[in-house]
């Protein structure tokens, strides 16, 4: 049996920075990609002669591969270790990225954007449990807080690269390069991985691990909610398509978005069965009643993921990372919810066709945006990792990037919806406003969840039983 173990002495300050950035740089790559297809996906499209109603497919696969995948591959990484997932998942990445750049057809582009989703579903929950065993929150707090701020400002920062790499790319040697620098990008932080990660978070692989795949894990569980969520992601991916009006009225989209609502009554009534049979469960329901776990997990999903600034994201975090044991989560996050709630009203109020200038409201609102974004982003894992077993992190970390890739989901389906598809600009503006102000409500609806749902937390740092 693998027994997970602690390391006997807190890593060195060189190895702990070596261990953040692999595992900061790892868990970014996807929306590294994700910048670039961004910007790259207009001449993809016309190399690879890709349909106007398939072109949204290289990142939808991407989230709809990852989003349904991320519950059974954080369960397997609890019983394989952190250690192997997260490797694992960055040889996938590695190879989805280099096999991308020699894509041929759309059809091989977006089964490797699928394969890119599986390995993030290794790396993210993995490297989500590295981080809390290599600085456990009994011992290493503020490393452990450090740790995660630094994913989160990685994500950010690496899908501003990938806006970079794309423009720079497309207009010069070809989006492909884009692709292959990527897959270099990977295996260089991979080799850093594999030296700086200690191997005593994964502990001795035996055979009664493998065995342990088998009766330790929910896979009835894992197949109703991977179910469910496949075909929702698939629904909103249709719903924000060129022709949405007509496809989701087609009889079998309305019959797969019936099936997946009643999958999640299904899994929540399998997961109270399991329960009561003291078998494993994949999410007890009981934790959807922790308020401080429900209300960090949806307003972190739901309104984190809207929109963000990589710089002002990355000092964020950084700052985060610094006074977080200073700092009330029932106050902090109520707070920056708030003043992230002012940056789509700036937008939506001051916006309109002959303004106002950059430096005059656009900027301020992209500035104000990512406070309550990440730092909701960090006190969300601390909570949510506190409110699992030390034995089941890396499920935590899937969780919570499940979430995370609904919120992504939804925002994007909910503004596409209000922004319309019109080619007029006083159309298309007032359908950007809709979209502002629909943010800015969500944004100061978090506000109540947060202080309501955290208000018994008084310090995140610190582990709970």
Not at 87 to 106: M, N, R, V
Not at 150 to 169: D, H, K, N, P
Not at 236 to 260: F, H, W
Not at 312 to 325: K, V
């Amino acid at each position: 049996m693998a027994v997970e173990a602690e390391p006997d002495a807190p890593a060195s300050l060189s190895r702990t920075v070596a261990i953040n950035a692999s595992l900061t740089c790892i868990t970014g790559i996807g929306n590294l990609l994700a910048g670039l297809l961004t910007v790259c996906i207009p001449v993809i499209s016309k190399d690879l002669h890709i349909p106007p109603d398939l072109q949204l497919w290289p990142a939808s696969a991407f989230a709809l591969a990852c989003g349904c995948l991320l519950l059974p591959c954080g369960a397997v990484a609890d019983v394989l270790g952190c250690r192997r997932s997260c490797l694992l998942g960055g040889l996938l990445q590695t190879a989805s990225a280099l096999g991308a750049g020699l894509a041929a057809t759309s059809t091989q582009l977006i089964a490797l954007r699928v394969t890119g989703g599986l390995a993030a579903s290794f790396c993210l929950p993995g490297a989500i449990a590295a981080a809390g065993h290599v600085s456990p929150a009994s011992s290493s707090p503020r490393r452990r807080s450090i740790a995660f701020a630094s994913m989160g400002g990685g994500q950010a920062v690496e899908f501003g690269l990938g806006l970079v790499l794309g423009g720079l790319f497309s207009d010069t040697v070809g989006w492909r390069w884009g692709f292959y620098v990527t897959a270099i990008l990977n295996a260089a932080v991979l080799a850093l991985a594999v030296w700086a990660l200690p191997h005593t978070v994964d502990g001795i692989l035996e055979k009664a691990s493998f065995s342990r795949l088998v009766h330790d894990i929910d896979w009835v569980g894992a197949l109703l909610i991977s179910a469910c969520l496949a075909l929702l992601l698939y629904e909103l991916a249709v719903a924000t398509g060129s022709n949405a009006d007509q496809s989701m009225r087609e009889p079998m989209n309305i019959a797969l978005l019936c099936i997946a609502i009643a999958l999640l009554p299904a899994f929540a009534l399998w997961m109270r069965h399991q329960s009561r049979l003291s078998r494993p469960t994949l999410i007890p329901n009981a934790l959807w009643t922790n308020l401080p776990f429900t209300s960090s997990a949806l307003p972190s999903s739901l309104f984190g993921h809207l929109c963000t600034t990589p710089i002002c994201g990355l000092l964020m975090n950084i700052a985060i990372g610094t006074f977080l044991p200073r700092l009330r989560p029932s106050i902090a996050v109520p707070a920056a919810c708030f003043v992230s709630g002012i940056a789509p009203l700036l937008l939506a109020i001051l916006c309109h066709l002959d303004g106002p200038a950059y430096w005059r409201g656009p900027f301020q609102a992209m500035a104000l945006n990512p406070l309550g974004a990440h730092l909701m982003y960090t006190i969300a894992i601390l909570v949510m990792t506190a409110a699992f077993p030390s034995q089941t992190q890396a499920l935590a970390g899937g969780v919570f990037n499940m979430l995370s890739q609904i919120g992504k989901s939804v925002g994007i389906a909910t503004i596409t919806a209000q922004t319309g598809k019109s080619d007029s600009m006083e159309s298309l503006l007032l359908g950007y406003k809709a979209g502002w102000w629909y943010n800015c409500s969500l944004w100061f609806l978090s506000v109540v969840v947060s202080f309501w749902g955290l208000r018994s937390v008084h310090k995140v740092e610190v582990k709970r039983d």
